[in-house]
């Protein structure tokens, strides 16, 4: 259990993960800044190289996995015998019990609006066709209000450096799963590879982002099985199309008392009056506007 609560959460004072650097600021005065980490971590499935990202560094067995989980690399059943990380050499290898059909995925590739990577391989998009989330699933306005309060407050490199992005696994109003990452999707695929090693359940489950939300984020979300995505950023156009194609509920510009549902509405439960929720601090919604 972290500091925060989280079952795992962000750890702002690991100091491998940031560093203080000197500048100067507009009126010439000399100050120090706290800046996030971001260095290649080289992927292996098997014997086969896969890709290279650009990541904080920390979790990187989470990462592996859930980025080939997220590709469509490995599926739920696939069985994996050993994570190998090597710190030295930056390189991460999972081994399964048999061969995957890499090729085919590497070859084919779509390029996203996603940070830093923006990839995305293989026939991830036929699979997104068959797709039908919990129709039973519910978001109360309750729980919104309070998860929105829990992360938006707590201790995170977002909040102390800026320049990242967080993804939290819910359930109901109680954030379980912080994660964060110089792009987005790193930070999906971390909560991804966590829920896959411990045999978590997706049906139940609320997203929430910092970052857009993007056909990205409703892809990768869609394909975890989870079937409500909230962020306090903006929506793209086919991110919502796709959204309703497949019945994901989707929030945007949640702040304070604040939300817009595009998708999904039909599970919302609005059980808490928002004149009852007070306005978001300033002082952090001016910190997060300065933000990723």
Same mark, same amino acid.
């Given at each position: 259990?972290s ?13 491998s993960?940031?560093?203080? +650097?000197? $500048?100067?600021?507009? *009126? #010439?005065?000399p ?7 971001? %260095?290649?971590? @080289?992927?292996y ?24 989980l ?9 069985e994996?015998t ?15 019990d ?16 996603g940070c830093?990577?923006g990839? +995305?391989? $293989?026939?991830?998009? *036929? #699979? ?9 699933? %519910?978001?109360? @306005? ?32 109680r954030?379980l ?5 110089v792009g987005?999707?790193n930070?999906v695929?971390?909560i991804?590879?966590?829920?896959f ?6 049906q139940?489950?609320?997203?929430y982002t ?30 919502v199309?796709?959204?309703?194609q497949?019945g994901?509920?989707l929030?945007g510009?949640?702040?304070g ?15 808490q009056?928002?004149a ?14 300065g933000?990723?």
């Amino acid at each position: 259990m972290s500091k925060s609560g989280f079952i795992l959460g962000p750890d702002p004072e690991n100091p491998s993960l940031s560093q203080e +650097v000197s $500048g100067t600021d507009q *009126d #010439g005065n000399p100050v120090k800044t706290r800046v996030v980490t971001e %260095k290649p971590l @080289t992927l292996y499935l098997n014997r086969q190289e896969i890709v290279t990202m650009m990541t904080i560094g920390d979790y990187p067995d989470l990462l592996a996995v859930g980025y080939l989980l997220n590709q469509n690399m490995l599926s739920g059943d696939d069985e994996i015998t050993d994570i190998e990380y090597d710190e030295e050499l930056d390189v991460v290898v999972v081994r399964t019990d048999n061969e995957t059909d890499f090729e085919d995925k590497l070859q084919r590739k779509v390029r996203t609006s996603g940070c830093a990577q923006g990839t +995305v391989f $293989g026939d991830v998009m *036929d #699979g997104f066709d068959a797709i039908r989330l919990d129709p039973e699933a %519910k978001l109360h @306005t309750s729980w919104l209000y309070a998860l929105t309060k829990a992360i938006n407050t707590a201790p995170s490199l977002y909040l102390e450096a800026g320049a990242i992005h967080g993804c939290v696994l819910c359930r109901q109003d109680r954030p379980l799963v912080y994660m964060e990452d110089v792009g987005r999707h790193n930070a999906v695929d971390k909560i991804a590879g966590w829920m896959f090693t411990n045999g978590i359940g997706a049906q139940d489950k609320i997203f929430y982002t910092t970052g857009r939300l993007t056909s990205e984020m409703v892809i990768k979300t869609a394909m975890m099985g989870i079937p409500i995505l909230i962020s306090r950023s903006g929506f793209t156009a086919w991110g919502v199309e796709l959204a309703r194609q497949v019945g994901l509920t989707l929030i945007g510009r949640a702040r304070g008392k604040r939300f817009i549902a595009l998708s999904g509405e039909e599970r919302i439960v609005f059980d808490q009056d928002p004149a009852t929720i007070p306005d978001e601090n300033r002082k952090h919604a001016r910190k997060a506007e300065g933000g990723p």
